[in-house]
C-alpha cells in the first residue's frame, strides 16, 4: 500500500527494503527512495527532503516528527 500511496502522491519513501521498490520504479515512477539503514538515497528526489535521523545503535530512537512536503506554490 505504500507504493500506491507514493506514486500518486509524488512522496518520498524512507525504507530498509529498498529492493522492492526498486522493482516497483521500474514500471512505475516513484518520487524517491531512502535506505535509512545505510542513510542514503537510493532514488533522488528531484526537490530537497531531509529524512529523519536514525541510528540502529540507540535501542529506543527518539521521537522525531517525520519530514513533510509542502504544496509547491
Known amino acids: 500500500m505504500i507504493a500506491p500511496v507514493s506514486i500518486v502522491q509524488q512522496t518520498p519513501i524512507i525504507t530498509n527494503n529498498v529492493n522492492h521498490f526498486l522493482a516497483i520504479s521500474e514500471k512505475f515512477s516513484i518520487a524517491g527512495?531512502?535506505?535509512?539503514?545505510?542513510?542514503?538515497?537510493?532514488?533522488?528526489?528531484?526537490?530537497?527532503?531531509f529524512p529523519p535521523p536514525y541510528n540502529p545503535n540507540e535501542p529506543d530512537q527518539p521521537k522525531v516528527a517525520l519530514p513533510t512536503l509542502q504544496a509547491p506554490s
Open 33 to 49: 527512495v531512502f535506505d535509512l539503514f545505510s542513510d542514503r538515497w537510493s532514488i533522488k528526489p528531484s526537490f530537497d527532503v
